[in-house]
């Protein structure tokens, strides 16, 4: 398999044994990084050297319904209620298994642009398999790792059948995305919870809406929380119910510019952090927000400082006790958390899969300057390069975006309201 060797760099490797950023250079071989550190050896590689250049982690965009992508910026001015109603109401039952595929085909590639190299998504507009089916095979076709989250349309019920049918692929795992606690009846979610253990899937919910209901009980008592449980949003639930998960080991994932425009509650990322632990991130559906996870890095990072000024004695917080490097981490590390692939991607490190992000930045703070870049040169998944001199590869620009105005044109008259 090929070697690649880059070389001079500022990295950050999110590992918590190595400085926050060093002047290093990055050994891949294969799909697997195979050493960090200075003046590696190059034999037998292709040299690319990237001085002035700011090499991380690929990005993890934790929650994301890609195929909601045709609908791009419909709902910037909507609320939760319209979002719900216009979407899910009007314009989901419309759906072809075509629509399926070109969006979640084009959202993938949009994520890699951005340098997410692996995405959680969200799939809740399964109306035939044939419209799941053309859904995983867009995500597997744009090049990006992800777990392919299968869920149902909101009044449909959770076929385990599904379930078992689907297979990923070398980057594409299967989870389950449910109604969960909130949704659902005790004994549905409890069920749910199980057939996910049974299965070593993820299983990821909605959590949002008013305090927890009687669902979350019955999941606690079954004894059915987790690593491999995910809650999107957590609003609503109390610090009692925060800690519960965070004991158990579950994962928390804030959208925070969704979360607080469209009345899903505000972020629960300062209790998290209260409670030792800290969110995933995701940008939720790109009809409302962008799908830049580094802005709902920054986002975040804002929320849990406003939460401190406004806790603290006088008009404002005299120290900063949410830091930059870790709103990086809630955009790697803890993504790949959530997702179940902590020992895979998140941290540049041996052994680790070669997922990567080139930012064409450099400065006396990496950190800083990686948290705030808006320029991706370069992307990497797998050892295998998905975007290089700031353009995708094996990408058909024309076609993509051919396919998508037509579907976005089938769709959009079908946004009740508009």
């Known amino acids: 398999m090929s070697r690649v060797l880059l070389r001079g760099a500022q990295v950050i490797t999110m590992a918590p044994h190595r400085p926050d950023a060093e002047r290093a250079d990055v050994l891949i071989d294969g799909d697997t990084i195979a050493a960090v550190g200075e003046g590696l050896d190059g034999a037998g590689a292709e040299i690319v050297d990237v001085p002035d250049r700011i090499i991380l982690p690929g990005l993890v965009n934790a929650h994301l319904h890609t195929w909601q992508t045709a609908l791009r910026g419909t709902g910037v001015d909507w609320t939760l209620a319209d979002y719900l109603g216009r979407v899910h109401g009007s314009a989901a039952p419309r759906y072809r298994p075509e629509d399926m595929r070109i969006g979640t085909l084009a959202g993938a590639l949009s994520q890699l642009d951005r340098g997410t190299t692996t995405v959680g998504d969200w799939c809740h507009n399964t109306l035939t398999p044939d419209h799941t089916d053309a859904a995983l095979d867009g995500l597997a076709a744009s090049g990006i790792r992800g ?158 400082r406003h939460h401190d000024h406004r806790e603290a004695a006088g008009p404002f917080s005299l120290q900063a006790t949410v830091t930059a490097k870790q709103a990086l981490a809630w955009a790697t590390v ?80 079908h946004l009740a309201g508009r």
């Open 147 to 304: 777990v392919f989250l299968y869920g149902t349309p909101y009044s449909a019920a959770y076929p385990l059948s599904e379930v078992d049918r689907l297979r990923g692929g070398p980057l594409i795992g299967i989870g389950m995305a449910v109604r969960g606690p909130q949704l659902s009846t005790p004994d549905a979610a409890v069920a749910d919870f199980r057939a996910a253990a049974e299965r070593g899937l993820v299983v990821s919910m909605h959590q949002s809406g008013g305090e927890p209901g009687p669902g979350w009980e019955a999941v606690r008592s079954a004894g059915m929380l987790s690593p491999a449980t995910n809650v999107v949003h957590g609003a609503g639930l109390t610090e009692g119910w925060l800690k519960t998960l965070v004991d158990a080991g579950a994962s928390v994932t804030c959208t925070p510019e969704n979360e607080l425009g469209q009345g899903h509650g505000s972020p629960v990322t300062p209790h998290l952090l209260r409670l030792g632990a800290a969110p995933s991130l995701g940008t939720d559906t790109d009809a409302v927000t962008p799908a830049d996870v580094l802005s709902a890095a920054r986002i975040a990072l804002a929320c849990g």
């Open 334 to 413: 803890e993504g790949a958390r959530a997702l179940g692939l902590a020992d895979r991607v998140g941290r540049l490190e041996p052994g680790l899969q070669a997922d990567l992000v080139v930012l064409d930045i450099a400065g006396p703070n990496p950190i800083a300057a990686a948290l705030y870049a808006d320029d991706v040169e370069a992307v990497m998944v797998a050892g295998r390069w998905r975007k290089r001199d700031h353009v995708l590869l094996g990408v058909d620009h024309d076609a993509v975006r051919t396919h998508l105005r037509e579907s976005a044109s089938h769709l959009l008259p």
